[in-house]
């Protein structure tokens, strides 16, 4: 029975090794476009409230362009002017930081070999365990749906530079603008764009929180053990 | 592993702590202010690379133009100065070669062309008008402006004040209009004219103006001055 006796002891070093690794550029691209898109998210409802699209405002005080009241003070200006210069000045970092994200995923193969392969059926699967809170987790691991939530973040931080060239030079970038509909169908589009993003934040963050160790990983870089809990915890 | 629900409520709760404390005084800091204003002027430098002088701003059919166009200022139209066409004169400065006020009727008897264009506010609203008057072009060359100077700058009746790169002056589509809707400029709306600039935001179409100069020294603009952005081209 010394056949047994290996592969159990294979299963429990396997177990052991879980292991989560991030590259220095993923970790610093991350961040970045963390930051920059903090940024672009406070300083665009700011904006967003000098001319809403919808009958509702954001609350001022979680806006990002300075007291209004000192605005208006001594500018006559209800604030936006900050505002757009936060949103004007992220953009670019948000740009470049996504596209060196983009093209490191693509060119050492993170993206091919940890967020693929991936489909509906494995989604679903995946979902309705996660749904019911009994999805497994594994570091250095992803599972179907956050293969989907990452491909379309991804696909969402595109589409927000895209429709946000055809709002910031309608004239220069037209006819860009008729892919959203016009010029206020990009600005529709660019706010359903944002709400998908503060939809993938929740859900990314919540999950950060349940699993702190993917947040270590994302700082220094690498992180052994379990999802949860400590490394000598059994796995069924 | 289970997710525990508890550890999610409690990281979520000092999460939204997190974003309240960083609050909003971070903008009014000097040297964020800095920062923010040396990201503006690189916008200003990458957006007079983006113009375009040939390309044109998308034009609309005549139906498409609102009769009744938003008034916007920071002051009421009942506030807006009135001018009389006896009284107002058009005072030329700087790097121009013949440098004679203008009369009204001397302005209106400039040949003149139609655009059915469409105004976008930096608040991000929009909306298409019909204007006519004369392409600024054709006025420099009347006035023997120095078109090789950087910058146009205009004074206006109602202590506004703007300016504008020369290339996007001397596009085709930079005109000085004298109507709108097909009906003389109203008062509210800049009477006797209106700089109207489809390539650039609204608070770059100075309305009442009451002089033009050229100059190789960027002038100021009333919403710059506040923390606008200079080129705000579109």
Known sequence: ?236 | MSLDRRALLRGGMSLGALTLLTGCDLSDNDAVQGLLARFSAWNDRVQAALFNPNKLAPTFADSAAVKDFRYNAWYGPENAPALSAADYRLNLAGLIANKKPWTVDQLYALPQESQVTRHVCVEGWSMIGKWTGAPLRTFFERIGADTTARYVGFECADGYYESMDMATALHPQTIMAFKLSDEILPRKYGYPFKIRVPTKLGFKNPKFVTTIFVTNQRPHGFWTDRGYNWYSGI
């Open chain 1, 1 to 236: 029975m010394s056949d047994t006796t290996e592969t159990d002891v294979v299963v429990v070093e396997a177990a052991e090794l879980e292991v989560l690794e991030h590259a220095w550029p993923v970790r610093l691209t991350h961040w970045v476009m963390a930051a920059s898109i903090i940024i672009m998210i406070g300083s665009g409802w700011r904006i967003y409230n000098a001319s809403p699209i919808f009958p509702f405002s954001f609350p001022v005080p979680i806006t990002l362009g300075g007291d209004v009241d000192v605005a208006l003070t001594w500018h006559n200006d209800p604030g936006v002017a900050s505002a757009i210069q936060w949103h004007f000045a992220a953009m670019w970092l948000l740009a470049v930081s996504y596209l060196l994200f983009v093209l490191w995923g693509a060119l050492s193969g993170h993206f091919w070999r940890d967020f693929l392969p991936v489909g509906p059926a494995s989604f679903l699967r995946d979902f309705i365990a996660a749904a019911r809170f009994k999805l497994e987790h594994h570091l250095g691991e992803y599972n179907a749906v956050q293969k989907v939530f990452y491909w379309g973040a991804l696909a969402l931080v595109l589409l927000m530079l895209v429709s946000g060239v055809a709002i910031w030079k309608p004239v220069q970038s037209y006819p860009l603008e008729l892919l959203f509909g016009g010029f206020q169908g990009a600005r529709i589009v660019h706010f359903l764009g944002m709400a998908g993003i503060c939809g993938f934040i929740v859900v990314h963050v919540a999950l950060v929180v349940l699993v702190p160790k993917t947040f270590v990983a994302m700082v220094v870089g690498r992180v052994t053990g379990h999802a949860h809990g400590s490394s000598t915890e059994h796995r069924p």
